[in-house]
C-alpha cells in the first residue's frame, strides 16, 4: 500500500511563496504518475497539478498555470510543488495523490484516475 504524507503548507501573504512536499512510501511509486488537489471549503476538489511517472509531462490548471510548478524526485520518492506569487483564492486544503495505473503515458485528469491520497496540507493566503 502505498502511503503519501504531504508538507510545507502554512500562512502566507498574497504574493508570497510556499514550497510543498509529499513524501511517499511504496516501492511502485516512481513508476506512478502523481497530481496535486486542492478543496476549499464548500467547493469540490480541484486538480491543480500533475507530473507523468517519468516527470517528462506536466499540467497545470488554467488557474495556477506560470505560477506553480511541479517536480519530482524519484530517488526520494517525492513530489514537489512549488507555488509563487500566491493568491487568496489559493487558499485551501493541498493534497497529492498517485495514479492508479503504472507507467501511463498521458496524465489523468480526474479524480477518479487517483487511489492513494494523503491527509493534505492547508494553505491560507491572506490579503
Known amino acids: 500500500q502505498v502511503q503519501l504524507v504531504e508538507s510545507g503548507g502554512g500562512l502566507v501573504q498574497a504574493g508570497g511563496s510556499l514550497r510543498l512536499s509529499c513524501a511517499a512510501s511504496?516501492?511502485?511509486?516512481?513508476?506512478?504518475?502523481m497530481g496535486w488537489f486542492r478543496q476549499a471549503p464548500g467547493k469540490e476538489r480541484e486538480f491543480v497539478s500533475g507530473?507523468?511517472?517519468?516527470?517528462?509531462?506536466?499540467y497545470y490548471a488554467d488557474s495556477v498555470k506560470g505560477r506553480f510548478t511541479i517536480s519530482r524526485d524519484n530517488a526520494k520518492n517525492t513530489v514537489y510543488l512549488q507555488m509563487n506569487s500566491l493568491k487568496t483564492e489559493d487558499t485551501a486544503v493541498y493534497y497529492c495523490?498517485?495514479?492508479?495505473?503504472?507507467?501511463?503515458?498521458?496524465?489523468?485528469?480526474?479524480?477518479?484516475?487517483?487511489?492513494?491520497w494523503g491527509q493534505g496540507t492547508q494553505v491560507t493566503v491572506s490579503s
Open positions: 507530473i507523468t511517472w517519468s516527470g517528462d509531462t506536466t
Open positions: 511504496g516501492r511502485t511509486v516512481s513508476s506512478r504518475a
Open positions: 495523490a498517485t495514479d492508479r495505473l503504472l507507467w501511463r503515458r498521458s496524465l489523468a485528469y480526474t479524480e477518479g484516475s487517483y487511489d492513494y
